[in-house]
């Protein structure tokens, strides 16, 4: 039986005690899945599984509370969900998550430039076809195959967790380890090599395209304030609506901040944003920053405290005190 | 908003390198602010008269007053702006005295930063709003933590005050290191002999109530409602039972034990009495010895014991204690000899503290009073005190003077001829500190009467030959080298902070310096009070004391307590947290970071919503940060006050 087919059983299963069950379905065209909302027998052969489900269901979960849902997760996506159990804000009764082993998801963007190079345009993409490692695309009658890694997500290429780290229905056999340790992040270790004045010119140049759209905020599954979110508020008015790249920068680094030590980069808000500025390279230089200080990692230990949500008179690693 | 500026010349202080006119002068262009002077001496009687009239005249709602620190004046001018009939907090402060003259030179520089401050201040004056403190009541009770001369004194004047005393002490015995002293200078008058009536005093006292062999193990609650939890150790021995007969110390097999009463100078059996005059008299068995523990097998005191107090099953008990205000008298420790390996503390038995010589002094001692070296018992004639051992030392981290230790090494000279005339005693010291009332007389009688040889220079080493122990060391005043050959050598080992101190001051709640001494709220004017409304310090907590200070202080602290007792409500500080319920996700992580469990969950129309606590709120604004919606904000410091402070500072 494929992973689909045995996720497909399980949720019939269980759906009866299910408000919904969250998952992928196939989307406006041949390359976009789009999130599913399984609330009857009929909807569950909808579900999709593959490199195409691209975006994070966890993000859906906190506006569930208090009902219980299923959600199916990719081993990265199910991280969110970890991290949304430690910080309480879903209960753990009330979340049945589905899994089976992932092999990577595709990078749209990148197929899109494929194709582009093969003379193509991904508005005609009529049919995707994902077999082992590669990943065939039909556009215009023309079948164009690319490695899944050429195309796959950044993400995906320094995936440490392709296996859910946790899970009450994992089908099918796990998925083997990209790479034993993570490689070094690209993008940081371009912004690093960079002066400060470099840098801050990089994101000026950047930040200069954001529409303040907020789909990275809206898109994230760690971002649970929503219509109090502090960038819409004048009481406290940390930042104005005027269109200029200091403000826009900084709802980036308000992001960022409230963000450190739970952000588990999945990358949603990149993947979201419309303009294309790397903002999950802000995320990621603050959770490099926490790991170092406090060895944590958010969403991989359901009992862990993540590090900024605890007073603790010592951290281990910041010597104050002499005794 | 009609706001008015003040800005202090502190007599030459601010105005010696601010021009303070021009100060007023550039506030009148700040918004909302309708009138800017400067004044002699702000917060002088003429001073806060000339704000209050200023109030009156020109309709002020707000006052800034640029002087200097808030720490200082801030109550002062709060009080002032309350009597012309403002709310207290539609006031700030811009300190150009810390911050301004007193740190540079340039008096254009100065001038303008200091515009600068006032500009801030009055940005964030124009979003104050009035605050309105409630009210709560006290719980008349006090604890005295540490049972010294300083804790005893404080407990002794709170009782006497009709106050209810709880005092905590971590040995079996109050007495503290007062009660191992043989005589006290400057009039070398038995120590216990004078310490032993007010220990009894503190036994037989109504009004209080003694944990001894008792830890603090937490502290909740705040000024005028705190909850301590005392952690009582075992002592295996039912005290109630326990009528200190001594049999059981007779019978008690295991002998050889470090006495830590004797500083560690003689042996003591397993089930103790530390001292005759102990309060409580109680016996406390060390269970790392008893060979009924370690060994299993023994039970000689049970046998033994005629009330059948002992009781080997006993474990540690938690009490809790409410009450409304806390004295901190928890004392120093002594220097670790060891660590100055030049001198051989710790290697050679004949090099001791001044401590342990005390012990040697005296009658309830381990020799009887007689002074016999610890190596061989004989009787020491050439006896060398090192004064400054831990203490003015840069290299070993102990920069400061102990204070005490020049005077109690002249006592010691002097008792040392009085039990050995034919002794010799020498002195190696830097300085002679002897500055309090009969202080000086007492150690030129040292010298000049009982022949002690005082030599100003330091000791380069200490090592043994045959049974001496040769003293080699400089003499900076004849410029020479010595060398002496010593029966015994005296270290006047530094104070240090007690063990545990930081740890118990994190508890409190209150500050302590890099050496674990408690800080008080200022160093002249508040010596015995802390930083933590309901904290008061006494005794060599703050920082290395002598007796009589030690007991002035112990006065002080109680005196201190009283007059807060004094009134039934006590106000709370209205500067904390408030949740604005409208913003609030119910996301808890203010919960989560509150060091003081200030803030709760409750249910609101069938959302959760956090709660701040208000009493429990010491506002110190963690939460603020932390809550990514900025719904939680703490009064008189609101993120959009703090936002106004800096765009004023960097749009200006």
């Known amino acids: 039986m494929s992973r689909l087919d045995a996720l497909k059983t399980r949720i019939k299963e269980a759906l009866p005690g299910l408000e919904c069950v969250i998952g992928w379905q196939k989307g406006y065209d041949a390359l976009h899945n789009t999130p599913l909302f399984i609330r009857g027998e009929a909807d569950v052969d909808k579900l999709e599984w593959g490199a195409l489900n691209v975006h994070n269901p966890a993000v859906y979960l906190p506006s569930f509370a208090g009902k219980k849902v299923g959600v199916v997760v990719k081993g990265c996506d199910s991280r969110s969900v970890v991290e949304l159990l430690q910080e309480k804000l879903i209960d753990r009764d009330n979340v049945v998550i589905f899994s089976a082993g992932c092999d990577g998801v595709v990078d749209i963007a990148k197929v899109r430039a494929k194709l582009a190079a093969a003379g193509l345009s991904a508005g005609n993409a009529e049919k995707v076809t994902v077999d082992g490692k590669t990943v065939t695309v039909t556009a215009a009658g023309k079948a164009v195959s690319m490695p899944l890694a050429e195309v796959a997500a950044d993400k995906c290429l320094r995936c440490q967790f392709p296996n859910a780290v946790l899970a009450d229905a994992f089908v099918g056999d796990p998925a083997p380890q990209v790479q034993a340790a993570p490689a070094a992040d690209a993008d940081l270790a371009a912004l690093d090599a960079m002066s400060v004045p470099e840098r801050m010119a990089f994101w000026r140049y950047h930040m200069d395209r954001c529409i303040r759209c907020y789909a990275c905020r809206n898109a994230c599954p760690m971002c649970v304030c929503r219509d109090h979110c502090i960038a819409q508020s004048r009481e406290p008015h940390w930042l104005s609506q005027e269109d200029s790249v200091t403000e826009k920068l900084m709802f980036q680094v308000v992001h960022a901040m409230h963000l450190a030590g739970r952000c588990t980069e999945c990358g949603e808000c990149q993947r979201a944003c419309p303009m294309d500025i790397p903002v999950l390279a802000l995320k990621k230089h603050l959770n490099r920053t926490i790991h170092d200080l406090f060895n944590y990692q958010a969403g991989v230990d359901v009992a862990a405290i993540p590090p900024l949500l605890q007073f603790k008179l010592e951290e281990d690693n910041i010597k104050e005190r002499s005794w | ?652």
């Open chain 2, 1 to 652: 908003m009609r706001i008015g500026v003040f800005v202090c010349h502190c007599g030459s202080n601010i105005e010696g390198t601010v021009d303070t006119a021009t100060v007023a002068k550039a506030s009148l262009d700040f918004p909302e602010v309708v009138y800017a002077t400067d004044t002699m001496y702000a917060c002088s009687e003429p001073g806060q008269d000339g704000i209050i009239q200023a109030i009156k005249d020109k309709n002020l709602t707000g006052v800034v007053v640029a002087s200097c620190t808030p720490r200082m004046h801030e109550p002062t001018f709060r009080r002032a702006v309350e009597r012309a009939g403002l709310n207290r907090f539609m006031f700030e402060m811009a300190n150009i005295r810390e911050h301004v003259s007193w740190i540079g030179r340039d008096r254009e520089a100065n001038t303008n930063k200091s515009v600068d401050l006032v500009r801030i201040a009055v940005e964030k004056l124009r979003r104050d709003a009035p605050l309105i403190p409630s009210k709560f009541s006290v719980n008349k009770r006090v604890m005295v933590i540490g049972g010294g001369v300083a804790g005893i004194q404080a407990a002794l004047d709170c009782a006497d005050g009709g106050l209810e005393v709880v005092l905590v002490e971590r040995e079996s015995s109050i007495g503290g290191k007062m009660a191992k002293l043989d005589k006290t200078f400057p009039t070398v008058d038995c120590s216990s002999c004078i310490l032993g009536p007010k220990m009894v005093d503190v036994a037989q006292h109504p009004n209080i109530t003694l944990h001894a062999y008792s830890e603090v193990d937490s502290i909740g609650g705040y000024v005028g409602n705190f909850q301590v939890q005392v952690k009582k150790r075992a002592t295996y021995v039912d005290w109630e039972l326990c009528t200190g007969c001594g049999a059981c110390m007779e019978k008690c097999p295991s002998k050889k034990n470090p006495d830590a009463f004797n500083e560690k100078i003689g042996p003591c059996t397993s089930i103790n009495i530390p001292f005759p005059q102990a309060i409580p008299k109680k016996a406390v068995i060390d269970p790392t010895t008893c060979r009924q523990f370690v060994k299993g097998k023994c039970g000689v005191c049970a046998k033994v014991c005629p009330t059948g107090a002992i009781k080997y099953d006993m474990t540690d008990e938690i009490v809790t204690e409410d009450v409304g205000a806390i004295v901190a008298a928890t004392g120093y420790d002594l220097f670790d000899i060891s660590k100055v390996t030049e001198y051989g503390g710790g290697r050679y038995p004949d090099v001791i503290t001044g401590l342990q010589y005390e012990r040697l002094l005296s009658a309830s001692g381990p020799t009887g009073g007689h002074i016999k070296r610890p190596s061989d018992g004989k009787e020491p004639k050439n006896i060398v005190f090192i004064q400054c051992v831990g203490s003015r030392d840069k290299s070993l981290d102990r920069p400061y003077c102990s204070g005490f230790c020049c005077m109690y090494t002249a006592k010691q000279t002097i008792l040392t001829k009085d039990h050995i005339p034919d002794s010799q005693s020498y002195v190696f010291y830097m300085d002679i500190r002897s500055p309090g009332k009969m202080y000086d007389e007492f150690t030129r009688r040292a010298m000049e009467e009982y022949g002690a040889r005082y030599i100003r220079g330091r000791v380069a080493m200490v090592y043994p030959k045959g049974d001496k122990m040769i003293v080699r060391g400089a003499d900076t005043l004849a410029g020479t080298q010595v060398e002496i050959e010593a029966d015994l050598v005296v270290l006047a080992a530094g104070a240090e902070a007690a063990k545990g101190a930081p740890q118990l001051a994190e508890k409190l709640r209150i500050s302590y310096d890099k050496y674990g001494f408690f800080m008080e709220s200022h160093p002249k004017l508040k010596p015995v009070e802390t930083n933590t409304a309901g904290v008061y310090l006494a005794g060599s907590c703050q920082g290395p004391k002598d007796i009589p200070q030690s007991v002035g202080q112990g006065s002080a602290a109680a005196a201190k307590v009283l007059a807060l007792f004094s009134k039934d409500m006590l106000e709370s500080d209205p500067q904390i947290s408030r949740v604005d319920i409208k913003r609030c996700v119910g996301c808890g992580k203010c919960i989560m970071t509150c060091p003081f469990k200030a803030i709760k969950e409750v249910e609101f129309r069938g959302q959760k919503k956090a709660e701040v606590i208000e009493t429990v709120c010491q506002g110190c604004g963690i939460c603020t940060s932390t809550c990514p919606q900025g719904a939680i904000q703490l009064s008189h410091f609101t993120d959009n006050q703090i936002l106004a402070e800096v765009n004023a500072l960097c749009q200006s």
